[in-house]
């Protein structure tokens, strides 16, 4: 893929992220209001640093398989200051956790870092 191909999944993943939570978080409902709250407060620094905690959320993300979650969270990482030798050794404990079924989601997941390291701003 060329690099404005993958500028423009970063960009579409990224808008249609921050379009649907404004949707979402303008019904009034509290679950999902708190939940995302909960969400957001899980990723402050406070014993673990930030990038500790998407580091986390991203082996979370492998081993669930969520594509969405593992995107979000290769952005977060960059964005909190994850080299990519830190990145690789995050997949790795993925894969460990997870088993073989994560490879093509690691695939994704290196693709989207890629994406990211040539210059697509996911924000």
Request: glycine share 8%; proline share 2%; aromatic share 8%.
């Amino acid at each position: 893929m060329s690099t404005d191909a993958g500028e423009d999944r970063v960009a579409a993943f990224s808008e249609f992220r921050k379009r649907m939570n404004e949707r979402i978080l303008a019904e009034d409902n509290q679950v999902v209001r708190r939940f995302f709250a909960l969400d957001t407060q899980t990723y402050r620094p406070g014993a673990l640093d930030g990038k500790t905690k998407e580091l986390l959320g991203l082996v979370a993300s492998l081993v669930l398989r969520c594509d969405d979650c593992i995107s979000y969270h290769v952005a977060q990482c960059r964005q909190a200051g994850a080299s990519r030798e830190e990145m690789f050794e995050t997949f790795s404990v993925g894969l460990v956790v997870g088993g073989s079924i994560v490879i093509p989601h690691l695939r994704r997941a290196v693709d989207f870092l890629d994406r990211l390291e040539s210059g697509a701003d996911p924000s």
